[in-house]
């Protein structure tokens, strides 16, 4: 039928999606289904190709089950391809449960064989049937838990990204649709749907919003959906212009171990910057204080740090680096004739015999081997033979001393500041050591008891990252 035939109340916008394969997530509920029986209907029109995809995630029973197999009776009947997930066994919160959603959403951008033996095509996109209603409803929640100005942003389309920098968009065709205009499309065309009765039950913060603030708020001010909708479109609009800034000049920026922000003088843009590093590490709970410290940090001695909920910020020449606190331990300790390559306590580190020809080349004064033995890491060469037995590996302890290439014995905590070791690295740089003797910074230099002569005839390659450059 027709473009014409399928309207939705006020027109879903579909020609962003022209040309794109889209998955549809449906539960079975009035607004997915509503969706997909627009897409399927609509989407070929804009050269759009429609699937679907529903996640099982078990959490009440048998009643989950049997809305799925709605779900596949209906896509059957439709004639829409549907890539189906059942999680076995339970989940310990919702916030799990979503997680595992949101992996079910990532396969679907990959290909798979069907149940009837047919070919899954790659989806470019997940369409959600989030609703006017629903951003309504996700505005006022936000605010009302006094979130920053990014809370009333409400529901947009987004992106699900792995860590490899692969993953899926994330799309709402329905956004500008309000909840009576689906029921009114669903009555029109008299399509089934189940009903999650959790949905209707009360105890949930979202529910009593959707089911009591949002209708008396309507019956106050008619239109008020609406309007928050203008409203949330407007606030996403500076919002994007604030994260342009941040991107164009760079101011968030991975560092080993954690995130630096830049100096930045502008409240407004410093405060968006942290919640660019809360959200890397999943932090909800934090409070305006805590960015008013950070930004206060900003103006304080090198080396001065802030700890608070599970990070540790820390003052640095280039700005301010937030990590994670406590994930490397300081006391972790392994002997140097059991490490030969992986980590050491969370630290890449490699140790292996260099051959002769090596040897040979580094007396020489030869300095290629140290760049290319092992790409992208700092390696340091030291005579074998010289080291004390009993030597581990382990991480700064009080006391430590370090006779620096060339002589100049130092307490270690001298020698980090005279080479402007940022804070953040200095109880995670794994290091060779005889009692409180250090025998070698790996990846920053080796002490003048292992240096290379040419009497040296076992030589040992210790590669690690090169943490002045981190």
Not at 30 to 35: G, M, T
Not at 252 to 264: Q, T
Not at 366 to 388: Q, Y
Request: aromatic share 8%.
């Amino acid at each position: 039928m027709g473009l014409s035939c399928y309207t939705l109340g006020m027109k879903v916008e579909l020609g962003a999606y022209a040309g794109m394969s889209v998955c549809v997530a449906v539960s079975g509920g009035k607004d997915s289904i509503a969706l997909l029986h627009y897409m399927a209907h609509n989407g070929p029109g804009y050269g759009i190709r429609v699937t679907a995809i529903n996640c099982d995630h078990g959490i009440r029973g048998e009643a989950s089950r049997q809305d799925s197999e709605f779900v596949r009776s209906f896509c059957q009947a439709a004639h829409v391809p549907l890539l189906f997930f059942a999680h076995k066994g339970t989940f310990a919160s919702e916030e799990e449960a979503r997680l595992w959603r949101r992996d079910c959403y990532l396969e679907a951008a990959k290909e798979h064989t069907l149940e009837d033996g047919t070919k899954w095509v790659p989806a470019e996109a997940i369409a959600t049937g989030h609703h006017m209603s629903d951003n309504a409803e996700t505005v006022i929640f936000n605010i009302a838990r006094g979130s920053g100005l990014s809370g009333a942003c409400g529901i947009s389309d987004g992106e699900i990204t792995c860590p490899d920098g692969t993953g899926i968009k994330l799309i709402r065709p329905l956004i500008a649709a309000t909840k009576k205009e689906i029921d009114e499309y669903i009555h029109q065309y008299g399509l089934p749907y189940v009903t999650d009765e959790t949905n209707l039950k009360d105890y949930y913060t979202r529910n009593k919003i959707r089911m009591y603030v949002i209708p008396e708020l309507e019956r106050a001010v008619p239109g008020a959906q609406r309007s928050l909708f203008r409203f949330s479109r407007i606030v996403k609009e500076t919002e994007d212009y604030f994260e342009d800034i941040i991107k164009r000049d760079g101011l968030v920026s991975s560092v080993y171990g954690g995130l630096l922000i830049k100096p930045v003088d502008e409240m407004a843009i410093f405060s968006r910057c942290c919640l660019k590093v809360f959200a890397h590490y999943k932090i909800k709970d934090y409070t305006s204080q805590h960015i008013n410290s950070l930004y206060k940090l900003q103006h304080g001695a090198n080396g001065k740090r802030f700890r608070f909920l599970r990070l540790v910020a820390f003052k640095e020449d280039r700005g301010i680096a937030i990590c994670e606190a406590g994930r490397i331990s300081p006391f972790g300790e392994k002997p140097l004739s059991e490490i030969a390559g992986g980590t050491f306590v969370g630290e890449p580190i490699s140790v292996q015999p260099v051959s002769a020809d090596i040897i040979q080349r580094i007396c020489s004064g030869d300095t290629s081997p140290e760049k290319s033995f092992c790409p992208g890491r700092k390696t340091l060469f030291l005579d074998a033979d010289r080291i004390p037995e009993g030597t581990v590996v382990r991480f700064k302890k009080d006391g430590d001393v370090f006779e620096r290439f060339g002589g100049n014995t130092k307490k270690l905590g001298d020698y980090f500041t005279d080479i402007k070791l940022p804070q953040r690295l200095r109880e995670r740089v794994p290091m060779l050591c005889s009692g409180s003797n250090v025998l070698a910074v790996c990846g920053i230099e080796i002490a003048e008891s292992l240096r290379i002569t040419s009497d040296s005839r076992n030589v040992l390659a210790v590669s690690c990252v090169d943490y002045l450059q981190s």
